[in-house]
């Protein structure tokens, strides 16, 4: 699988880091507009299949497949860029600032809204039959998820969007994680392995990716679901993107770096130096 030690692959999250945020408005934008359509097909791939087979746990198994496509062909998430930029500013990388870590993270984030929203109205049709007929099941199942999951929330107030949060910050702890494996190997085969694991497990715990909301919640609103924008935006995008920022940073950026990069000295050694 050529794996990688954790110092090298780490130092290449640090440099992956610097090179997005001094990357151009025009490839940041294509690129994360890609990687929002990609990640949003694999989720109707994935609701699809927890339709027709009666078990959610067989659309968890394949989903991995969109974000699998979309870093080999080196697209850019939201949640990704959470947790690569800020470690280039914790490097001291030169030019490296908050502002352009702020930057690339909104043109991320616009870039993949809009890829997501392409393919919540372009499924909308395919699944209405251009606004003829009744969403099928699987689009009804869709506008299903918009409500369980804003208005779901709602109901138990600061409690619920709490939940939300920490939803947000278990879900990035693991797709942050998929985001090292793209880099743990040099191998296609290895790269697949270590990014399928951690995405697996996400999508079966239902935990709240932003991007993936991204695709979700318009589509249930075209769908016809019983909430709407600001409930969308309330009570799930808002507190998913904070999850997703905490947790990627705290429990897998900041510990890779902290213990691969900015080592501690090893006690043999400063057993030596202090006789």
């Known amino acids: 699988m050529s794996y990688l030690i954790p110092s090298e692959f780490v130092t290449k999250m640090v440099d992956a880091g610097e090179s997005k945020i001094f990357m151009s408005t025009r490839d940041t934008l294509i690129r994360a507009y890609m990687a929002g359509a990609i990640l949003a097909l694999a989720a109707v791939f994935a ?71 392409t393919v919540a109205v372009m499924m909308s049709i395919v699944f ?43 879900c990035n702890w693991m797709v942050s994680t998929g985001v090292v494996g793209a880099m743990i190997s040099s191998s296609v085969s290895g790269k697949v392995i270590a990014m399928w694991m951690p995405i697996m497990l996400f999508f079966g715990m239902t935990f709240e990716h932003s991007v993936v909301n991204m695709f979700l919640f318009p589509s249930g609103l075209i769908m016809g679901g019983n909430f709407s924008i600001m409930d969308y935006f309330i009570w799930n995008e808002i507190p998913t993107v904070l999850g997703n920022l905490v947790g990627g940073l705290a429990f897998t950026g900041l510990t890779l770096y902290s213990t691969h990069v900015k080592t501690a000295p090893k006690r043999s050694f400063v057993a030596r130096k202090e006789a």
């Open 47 to 117: 609701v699809a299949i927890s339709v027709q087979t009666g078990s959610p746990i067989f659309g968890a198994i394949l989903f991995p497949v969109g974000f699998c496509m979309l870093y080999l062909l080196g697209f850019d998430l939201l949640t990704g860029v959470f947790v690569l930029t800020p470690l280039a500013w914790l490097d001291k990388r030169p030019g490296v600032t908050i502002d352009g870590i702020l930057r690339n993270w909104g043109l991320v984030f616009s870039g993949n809204f809009l890829g997501a929203l």
């Open 128 to 170: 209405t039959y251009g606004f003829s007929v009744e969403p099928d099941a699987v689009g009804k199942k869709l506008a299903g998820i918009g409500e369980a999951r804003t208005l779901g929330y709602a109901k138990y107030g600061v409690a619920g969007w709490f939940t939300i949060f920490i939803r947000g910050m278990l």
